[in-house]
């Protein structure tokens, strides 16, 4: 009975990982996978092209949370937002894009396990908020920064945003993961756990997420002070003034 | 009866004034298939019900209609992928402001201007607590039935266009300046924006292809494994990279636990399968930190952020990953068997 299963349409996986490897276009390469794995399941061209629409057709509502905000936010850019953001952190003194991003991450992660996963997201906050507010942060502190410091400062913003959500949704006992979980398990093997069994026992991983990257947030100002004061004592002896 | 529909032409409406914007725009040196990139992608959100009444009665039979339909939706999808993947989508100019009338305005408006950008989420979350806690409320908007996601989709239009409206006036700008700036942001976001949805699309593709019964078959007859911690790395592990690969810890763990966690971590070894559950979704979401296949929440964000390495977000994640992935082994090697 297990001879009949094909396992050629693992090729769609390879085809995926060689495509990512090799750098080429993400969506030429998701599309040419998804026509590899159709193929080797022998399925007509016709049959692909149509499951295809019907899937884009069914998941139009992921780009919409990207979309709508798209509006207010570019407005409220050009009118400066984000220079209003770096002012306002300028405010506080003791403020350095590692201690904002803690701050951020532990009202993401607890407001995520209440259910508000709405409160947060790249487009809403990471762009017009809080990465303009580590780079203020930072340049308050050590000047005008280079575009790769800018850069990294962004890129940890986003992730931060990312790890509050993940570890912090899945403890919230009426997230759809939770009912997913405990309806797969009753399903396939007649396991009966509870809702809020599975909810609680995610605490701890929750608990060691928000450990793991606050120490890497806490290296990350060090890391800048190190590299932005050296750099700074450089641009300083250059010009003679010590 | 509010209907998703709505919320979809509302998009269209939105991608098509993009598009439209986009033809007149002189600087982009591929404004043509710019345009037409986004002018595809409002067209297939004004698809509906009504597009496929229509192909049922050009076409006879209704199973007929969607069987045309959604062939046609998958040749535009194709089509916008070349488009994307070949570079078509290119950045024009927005009209921007200088630096020191950005300056100036922020100093007028103050802490003012977050009140419309802070809208959207205060109100989204007030939304979905009054939808869910105020009996009856959700049958008056949307009917009878269960609709969380609408719930969420409709506080966030709601929230977006009252920190629309407080922009505007504040601003004092015209409406169609807000459409070129959503044009502005999603030219910068680029072929990045379709991605989920062609991933998404992918799973579904994968599912009916049997790429998850040829897993689990792989995994039942390969990866039985009697020791009790290799088993636990195996099942920890294991759910990571099949979420790297699927790009989707919902994907990865059905497969993993039925072919690692019930069979030999519950079944053999008599552990708590709440905190294999737990645990194990959770090094899925390791997975998700780490991979490119995880496109709304890696790298979307990089094009929006308009990091020039669109791995920048991953590269940021990937440490927290890995250790918490470590810890996650121990701690279901730990709890699961008290």
């Given at each position: 009975m297990d001879n009949v299963i094909n396992l050629w349409p693992l090729l769609g996986i390879a085809a995926i990982v060689v495509g990512f490897l090799l750098r080429f276009n993400p969506v030429l390469v998701v599309i040419v996978a998804g026509f590899v794995t159709g193929f080797a399941a022998l399925m007509p061209l016709g049959d692909i092209l149509e499951k295809l629409g019907a899937g884009f057709l069914n998941t139009r509502n992921l780009p919409l949370i990207l979309l709508l905000p798209l509006a207010v936010i570019g407005l409220l850019e050009r009118h400066g937002l984000k220079e209003r953001a770096q002012t306002w952190i300028a405010?506080?003194?003791?403020?350095t894009a590692g201690r904002l991003l803690i701050v951020y991450l532990f009202v993401r992660e607890v407001t995520a396990a209440l259910g508000?996963?709405?409160?947060?997201g790249h487009p809403q906050?990471?762009?017009?908020?809080l990465a303009p507010m580590a780079e203020g942060a930072t340049e308050n502190r050590y000047g005008e920064v280079s575009p790769e410091v800018r850069h990294r400062l962004r890129a940890m913003s986003a992730a931060t945003d990312n790890v509050g959500l993940f570890f912090g949704e899945?403890?919230?006992?009426?997230f759809g993961a939770i009912i997913f979980m405990h309806n797969f398990m009753l399903e396939s093997a007649n396991i009966h756990t509870e809702p809020l069994h599975i909810a609680v026992w995610g605490i701890p991983t929750a608990i060691a997420a928000f450990l793991i990257h606050s120490v890497r947030l806490v290296r990350l100002d060090r890391r800048l002070a190190r590299e932005l004061d050296a750099l700074n004592g450089a641009a300083l002896k250059a010009k003679g003034g010590r | 009866m509010f209907q998703q529909q709505y919320l979809m032409w509302l998009a269209g409406i939105i991608l098509l004034v993009v598009a439209i914007l986009s033809w007149r725009d002189?600087?982009?040196?591929?404004r043509f298939t710019t345009g037409l990139f986004w002018a595809l992608y409002g067209l297939i959100f004004l698809i509906g019900d009504w597009t496929t009444q229509l192909m049922s009665s050009l076409v006879g039979t209704p199973e007929l209609g969607t069987r045309y339909l959604h062939i046609t939706v998958g040749v535009l999808v194709v089509i916008m992928a070349l488009i994307a993947g070949f570079g078509g989508v290119r950045l024009g100019r927005y009209h921007q402001r200088s630096e020191e009338e950005k300056q100036a305005s922020a100093r007028r408006l103050g802490n003012r201007l977050f009140l419309p950008a802070l809208a959207i989420p205060v109100v989204t979350v007030i939304g979905v607590l009054a939808f869910n806690h105020i009996p009856g409320l959700q049958e008056a908007v949307f009917?009878?039935?269960?609709h969380s996601t609408l719930v969420t989709l409709f506080s966030m239009m709601i929230g977006c266009l009252l920190g629309w409206l407080i922009a505007l006036k504040m601003t004092h700008e015209k409406p169609v300046q807000s459409m070129q700036e959503t044009r502005r942001l999603l030219d910068a976001i680029g072929w990045a924006f379709i991605l989920p949805q062609i991933l998404a699309t992918l799973g579904l593709l994968f599912t009916s292809a049997g790429v998850g019964s040829a897993i689990s078959h792989l995994t039942e007859n390969?990866?039985?494994?009697?020791?009790r911690f290799v088993a636990v790395t195996v099942y920890a592990v294991g759910m990571a990279l099949l979420t790297m690969v699927m790009g989707n810890a919902f994907a990865a763990f059905p497969i993993i636990t039925a072919g690692v966690g019930i069979p030999i971590?519950?079944?053999?070894?008599?552990?708590?399968p709440a905190v294999m559950a737990a645990i194990g979704m959770f090094s899925g979401y390791c997975g998700t930190l780490m991979t490119p296949m995880a496109a709304n929440f890696n790298i979307v964000p990089a094009a929006l952020l308009e990091l020039?390495?669109?791995n920048a977000v991953i590269k940021a994640q990937v440490p927290t990953g890995v250790l918490l992935l470590i810890v996650n082994v121990f701690l279901l090697y730990f709890l699961m068997f008290r």
């Open positions: 405010q506080i003194k003791t403020a508000l996963t709405s409160l947060g906050m990471v762009r017009p908020l899945d403890i919230f006992v009426a | 002189s600087h982009n040196p591929r009917g009878a039935g269960n390969y990866l039985a494994v009697d020791n971590l519950v079944l053999q070894h008599h552990g708590d020039p390495d669109r």
